[in-house]
């Protein structure tokens, strides 16, 4: 397609439950990072992944999230044991930039709506 | 590590008439990118206007403008003309220009932009 997609649009998970969300970048894009969006808030960086290396997972809030991108291209986010506190919108976004990712825009998907009950 | 504020939870303004949104930041780098992002109730953030710090001339985009004080580090966002297709939540957002640095966007909290018809 031509922009990043983001699947499901909306998630209501209970709590205690595992859930994955998709991220499907724009083909070709080398940088892919996910944020998580707080309701009223601005997003918050959770992880970076240049073609299938995880080079920064530092904004992960527990051991409970976990996200891969083994081929380089389709990246999923995987949050065990969901807590009421992971309520949000995960936004994900990919660049074609490497390195200098900074001189390279960033296109950002619609987001799931992730609601734990 | 970078912070970046938004004082202006809420701001309103006539169609057709111009309005700022204010944005500070903090920082210890002298090279780095600034941003301002809108976002809509579709939730997929849309890039409105960016500033490379080592420029000192002020970045235009159409009716989209930015005063960028970087001695102050302050970068507001000027609307001219203001439509209603403008409403939305407007970000600013700070990133590293850090050879393999960390790529990650740092946003502010956000203001919400009315335009009253």
């Known amino acids: 397609g031509a922009g990043v997609s983001q699947s499901p649009r909306y998630k209501v998970a209970k709590r205690g439950q595992d859930v994955a969300l998709r991220c499907d970048p724009i083909s070709g894009h080398v940088s892919l990072f996910w944020y998580q969006q707080a309701l009223g808030q601005g997003p918050e960086f959770l992880t970076y992944?240049?073609?299938?290396?995880?080079?920064?997972k530092s904004g992960l809030p527990s051991d409970r999230f976990f996200a891969e991108r083994p081929e380089g291209s389709v990246s999923t986010l995987k949050i065990q044991r969901t807590q009421q506190e992971d309520s949000a919108v995960y936004l994900c976004?990919?660049?074609?930039?490497?390195?200098?990712?900074?001189?390279?825009?960033?296109?950002f998907g619609n987001g799931t709506r992730l609601t734990v009950t | 590590a970078q912070t970046v504020t938004q004082s202006q939870p809420e701001m309103s303004v006539q169609e057709a008439e111009t309005v700022t949104l204010s944005c500070t930041y903090d920082t210890s780098e002298s090279d780095y990118y600034l941003f301002w992002y809108k976002q809509p109730p579709s939730r997929q953030m849309i890039l409105v206007i960016r500033q490379e710090a080592y420029k000192q001339q002020n970045a235009t985009e159409n009716r989209f403008s930015v005063n960028f004080q970087k001695a102050a580090k302050s970068f507001s966002l000027k609307i001219s003309d203001s439509q209603l297709g403008d409403a939305a939540m407007y970000f600013c957002?700070?990133?590293?220009?850090?050879?393999?640095?960390?790529?990650?966007?740092?946003f502010g909290q956000g203001t919400r932009l009315t335009i009253n018809p």
């Open positions: 992944f240049q073609n299938e290396a995880q080079l920064d």
């Open positions: 957002a700070y990133r590293t220009e850090k050879l393999r640095g960390a790529q990650k966007l740092v």
């Open positions: 976004a990919s660049s074609a930039g490497g390195d200098r990712a900074g001189r390279s825009p960033l296109h």
